[in-house]
């Protein structure tokens, strides 16, 4: 068979090729080395797919920012914690000042109308071939409501401490008087067998009245140890009421004609938990009473606060024209167990403690006015469900 001569050439140049091949080394490795490049393609795209699942799955936020604050990227962590869609985040502007490579805490306004924080830090990256910031956001809107809590219970427990010492040193000076009282006069009835019988009528008066002073300051005691713990459903007070039983437990009857008591003409309606306003105007009748000077004269009364438009509140006041107290002694007064001493009367430290505790507890507050030689208005505020009039102004007198 001929060999026409451009199949020769072309038999001759494959089987060069082939000749080359097998003396050329590099050739001959050309394979391991495709081969080596596939799996390290594999591999990679492997490990994309590996740090997309990390990126998605993952807990913290994940953005990227371009230089010029717009949102690039985010994955679903973000939606959940600006509780917004990618969709409506993407190509925005970011919004926050960004730390570099310091963590530093952000608050969120969440799309769902809630507040959250979170703690941001950021490093340098690339988005399409350009310089960006890839952010990651934890959340820690949970840590820092339990780190608030902790505080809170924190200056709670050492408030109760400091109450619990005062508390003490209180109970102990308050009840050493009567119970002092008590002892030498049943000591000198012990002893002394000379006594008349209107010396022992009158000493045992003295027992009965200090008897009385020591079960008003263990019932107080009591009823302080128990606000924190009790819990109450406030309704319409009769107040009128209220303080007509308040006066008759501090003002027996037969001393009403030495005293001259003047009321509000009409008595707002507010709302509360009537037993404890009752000791409320027990306490500031008694301190009336005590430091109202002489001839003695107490006048009651009430005005409609207006906090706001939906919010208002009566204001229940109790006026004595004794010798005022101090803007130094006014700043002592409803701190829990402070003491005061007028005129030569002492009172006890609970009192005013109480009133405020009460008072806050049923959504009011307390207060004074008062000026040296012109006499004190105490008073305190307790929430009106109902509309209130402008102003009550007529009195009338009880003497």
Known sequence: MKVKPYSLSFYCVIKR?????????????????????????????????????????????ILIVDRKGIIKFMNPA?????????????????????????????????????????????TKTEWDKKEALLLFIRDITESKNIEKNLRELSLE?????????????????????PVGVIFGIAELLCTDDELTKDE??????????????LTSIINELLLFASLQKTEINSKELDMENIVAEAIEHIIPKKEHHNIEITFSNKWLTSVGYAPWVKEVWKNYI?????YGGNPLKIEFGCDPIELNLNQKSIKYWIRDFGP???????KLLFKKFERLNQVKVT???????????????????????????????????????KSIPKSTTDFYSIT
């Open 324 to 330: 005022g107290i101090s803007q130094q002694n006014q």
């Open 17 to 61: 090729i082939q000749m080359e091949e097998k003396s050329n080394p590099i050739k001959k490795k050309s394979n391991p080395i495709k081969k080596k490049i596939k799996k390290l393609e594999h591999e990679l795209q492997k490990s994309r797919e590996d740090f997309t699942n990390i990126v998605e799955r993952s807990d913290t936020g």
């Open 347 to 385: 009172g006890h430290g609970l009192g005013l403690s109480i009133v405020k505790r009460i008072v806050e507890k049923l959504d009011g507050t307390t207060g004074l006015n008062s000026e040296l030689g012109k006499g004190s208005t105490f008073y305190f505020t307790l929430p009106c469900e």
């Open 78 to 122: 973000s939606e959940n914690l600006f509780k917004r869609k990618s969709k409506d985040l993407l190509g925005s502007e970011f919004g926050f000042a960004i730390g570099g490579n310091k963590k530093i805490e952000i608050d969120i306004w969440r799309g769902d109308k809630t507040f959250g924080v979170g703690e941001m830090s950021s």
């Open 286 to 290: 008694s301190n009336a009473v005590k």
């Open 200 to 213: 022992i009528k009158e000493f045992s008066s003295d027992i009965y009245e200090t008897s009385r002073n």
């Open 157 to 177: 427990l050492h408030e109760k401490n400091m109450d619990l010492e005062s508390y003490a040193y209180t109970v102990a000076h308050d009840l050493k008087n």
